[in-house]
């Protein structure tokens, strides 16, 4: 692994840590300003790093002491100061008060406040007031949605500090160590708001806030050694207001392209071990190659903005050097692309420069929003545009050689293993059993001879691999050379070797479920179903979500954070409580959670690939998008496409089709003619609802009625009743279609002889009868409500159809 240099590191974990004296004052135990608690917390408590060059950053990173301090005018301190400045937008704020020095204008007990009530604010109900988030650590299973808003006890922020004081007991000066602070204050201070200034908007938490001063302040310190500046104090202090106009930070975008195909176009058995192992695949790929650029550009994972969905986000120094590095490297690999994919996969990338002003700090709220759109219309240009004339030589001479046969996976032509398979298809098929297990870590490795692995691996790029091994097994790997890093999955590896955890959607019911699982699973008709959807509109969230006074990067970074928490971490949690189950809408239901008969294939960044019982798929498609309506405020909506399905299939057909009708679903319009999107299609674009009309109206209204009803022994009727039933009204707009309905529905009418003696009882069943005639006659004639009701019963004859009938 390349080395940082001492001053990089030194500036890196300074900007972490510079705001950890909040955390001290907020106890209330002790008295002073924040900077000076946090310098003195530091050198009490944690002796490793009590060094001037991070202590100096803590005391001063504000210019009420910065101006009369006795530094070198190269000290660190004043790197700090303004990548803080620039982190807080603190311009805005009007002042440069420190928290603890005036303490009528902090409110120490403020609890940080949603990210959400400030996005998509035409969306927000005027009567709604903000919500915030208790103020706790991030730890557990349990999703902490924002609620009203509240206050921070003196006693949690004690009790996150001495947690704290202990985790970070160990921590060196070094580069290893660097993740390890922040993975700590992402555990312990995701919840604690960064400001509680009265006048400011307390809605970044201090992990968010120190992370991008960090990664600021690494970038600042290369771009002041590239241009030769050693005189730190007057052009990051004195002369701060010009520094705020230079050019001094590259924003890079990366994307790659064909995921789906990737991941999709496999027919073989096991092909849901196949699709998980795929997407897992990619998902560590891009991580990969986000961290092998910071390793080249010598940052840290401070400088990632946002990973997820085949998309990333770094904040890099704008230097000569930076940008030659960011091409060669996303050449070389692309090149490893095309000769081991082809043309399958491909990266496109992009790069801005930026100065503080463009990214949040200036009085011209379009510079932030045109430095995203550069990087969209360059990454778009570069996809319509992807190979060199020497590339596509390359391939035609390719195309001339002998490959051997074709990968009965995959179908790319390659050397095979004596199962027909291409050594990429079965390293991840050796992979697969292990990759769900809760103990699995992977560990990235140097290879020295191109596409050989050891066992349970598979290539990286460029000269890489990863191999899946238990936290048992991983110890054996501790002082091997050519372990470069290692990646915990959901789980913090405390004490590995330069460990990175990554949140990542893997919940399935036990790692070796299979589609015939699945089905066998499902209540009544032997079936799986699959769904597709992601967030509606939401690039233009990230560009124009936000009132322009509230453009910042920090803002974006945690509404990217939280966003991809929700899809990667608390979809596990909302998989093992399945809370609405369609078995369970009737009166009598047992409405308690259940964990899901589901397997995540892909969930990240805002798309969702979910796989399983159809009947559970449905029901967890409704908690998942009433989840993020409590999670987002309302602010964001989703929309799903949801295919049912033989557990034969083709899957590559299957994630076709589904995907058809989510896009039905993004379609869907109003009675003006307004696209409005959020909205689900199920089974058959006809049957396109907007989320609140399909579970109060089809769920809770017909499909409710229906499965009292014919639930209850006393007015049971054999399938070919409901068949009768859903044909006639299937063919409404036949007149005598309508009369045979309405027989049908006088059919039905309980016999008072059979009630002899029990006049109370059939008052009642009469009751329920009359209203059970009169709603579905009414549902018939409206042509909304009779879509609906011809779903609801298509719901309750696959719930009741008995799954040897379909053998």
């Known amino acids: ?42 050198r009490e408590n944690l002796p490793n790093l009590d060094i001037p060059a991070i202590t100096e950053q803590i005391l001063f990173h504000h210019s009420s002491r910065l101006k009369n301090a006795k530094l070198d005018e ?50 927000a109900n005027p009567k709604e007031k903000k919500r915030s988030y208790p103020g706790k650590t991030f730890e557990g299973e349990a999703i902490n949605y924002p609620h009203e808003l509240g206050e921070i006890a003196n006693v949690s922020y004690e009790n996150i500090l001495r947690n704290m004081k202990d985790d970070l007991a160990d921590v060196t000066p070094s580069q290893e160590k660097i ?40 970038c600042i310190l290369d771009y002041l050694n590239s241009e030769g500046i050693t005189d730190f104090k007057t052009t990051l202090f004195k002369e701060a207001k010009t520094f705020y106009d230079k050019k001094a930070f590259l924003l890079i975008s990366m994307d790659i392209s064909g995921i789906q195909n990737f991941i999709y176009t496999i027919t073989s058995k096991g092909a849901l071990k196949g699709l998980r192992a795929r997407s897992f695949y990619l998902e560590i790929m891009l991580e990969h190659i986000v961290d092998e650029l910071l390793e080249k550009l010598e940052f840290a994972r401070t400088n990632l903005i946002y990973s997820g969905g085949g998309h990333a986000y770094v904040l890099a120094a704008n230097t000569g050097q930076t940008k030659k590095i960011v091409e060669e490297y996303f050449q070389a690999v692309n090149k490893w692309y095309l000769e081991y994919f082809n043309t399958a996969l491909y990266i496109a990338w992009a790069t801005v420069e930026c ?33 060199s004339a020497e590339d596509i030589l390359c391939l035609n001479g390719k195309g001339s050689q002998d490959h051997g046969r074709e990968c009965v996976v995959c179908h790319r032509s390659d050397l095979l293993t004596p199962d027909n398979k291409c050594a990429i298809c079965s390293s991840l098929e050796s992979m697969s059993p292990e990759i769900l297990k809760e103990d699995s870590c992977f560990l990235v490795l140097k290879t020295t001879e191109p596409g050989i692995v050891p066992e349970r691996g598979v290539i990286l790029p460029v000269s890489h691999c990863v191999i899946v091994r238990s936290e048992k097994e991983a110890e054996k790997y501790k002082d091997n050379p050519d372990v470069i890093r290692v990646y915990g999955k959901n789980k913090w590896l405390k004490g590995a070797k330069y460990a990175t955890k990554l949140w990542i959607g893997d919940y399935a019911p036990n790692p070796a479920c ?41 803002r974006t970074a945690t509404l990217s954070r939280n966003l991809s928490i929700f899809f990667k971490k608390h979809i596990n949690y909302l998989l093992k409580n399945g809370s609405l189950y369609l078995s369970g809408v009737g009166e009598t239901a047992d409405k308690a959670a259940k964990a899901r008969n589901i397997v995540i294939v892909y969930s990240g960044g805002d798309d969702v690939f979910l796989v399983g019982a159809w009947d559970e798929v449905i029901g967890a498609a409704v908690d998942l998008r009433e989840a993020l309506q409590k999670f987002s405020l309302n602010r ?113 009418e309980p016999d008072q002889a059979r009630f002899k003696g029990q006049d109370e009882a059939y008052k009642k069943q009469k009751a329920k009868y009359d209203e059970f005639k009169k709603k579905m006659y009414a549902w018939m004639k409206a042509a909304e409500d009779r879509k609906r009701v011809i779903l609801a019963l298509y719901l309750y004859v696959y719930m009741t159809r008995e799954k040897e009938s379909e053998e």
């Open 1 to 42: 692994m390349k080395k940082l240099n001492e001053r990089k590191i030194q500036v890196t974990i300074g900007g972490l840590l510079h705001d950890i004296g909040k955390i001290i004052l907020r106890t209330n135990t002790e008295k002073g300003d924040h900077s000076w608690l946090g310098e003195k917390f530091i």
């Open 514 to 554: 299979t589609f015939e699982d699945l089905a066998d699973e499902s209540t009544g008709i032997r079936r799986i179903c699959v769904l597709r959807a992601d967030v509606d509109n939401l690039g233009q969230a990230f560009v124009a979500g936000f009132e322009d006074k509230h453009l910042t990067l920090s």
């Open 636 to 748: 964001l909506t989703i929309s799903a496409g949801i295919g049912i399905y033989p557990d034969k299939f083709p899957i590559a057909a299957m994630a076709r089709e589904s995907g058809e009708l989510e896009d039905a679903a993004k379609q869907y319009k109003d009675s003006s003619g307004k696209t409005l999107k959020n909205a689900v299609t199920l089974f058959d674009e006809k049957f396109t609802f907007s989320w609140d009309d399909f579970t109060e109206n089809v769920l809770g209204e017909k499909l409710k009625l229906i499965q009292t009803f014919f639930d209850d022994p006393k007015n049971a009727r054999g399938k070919n009743f409901i068949y009768n039933l859903l044909e006639y009204i299937r063919n409404a707009d036949e007149k005598i279609n309508i009369a045979r309905y309405a027989y049908l529905l006088a059919r039905m």
């Open 355 to 387: 100065s503080a002003n463009e990214l949040g700090m200036g009085e011209q709220p379009e510079d932030y929003k045109n430095l995203f759109r550069e990087l969209s219309a360059e990454i778009s240009r570069k996809k319509l545009n992807r190979y």
């Open 179 to 218: 993740n390890s602070i922040l993975e700590l204050l992402e555990a312990y201070t995701t919840f604690l708001p960064s400001s509680t200034n009265k006048e400011e908007i307390p809605d970044i938490s201090i992990y968010d806030h120190s992370k991008t001063t960090a990664a600021f302040g690494a």
């Open 74 to 123: 190269s000290a660190l301190a004043y790197v700090t100061y303004i990548a803080d400045n620039i982190s807080a937008a603190s311009d805005r704020r009007g002042s440069d008060e420190i928290e603890g020095e005036n303490e009528g204008g902090f409110n120490p007990k403020q609890e940080l406040e949603s990210i959400f009530n400030l996005l998509n604010k035409e969306k």
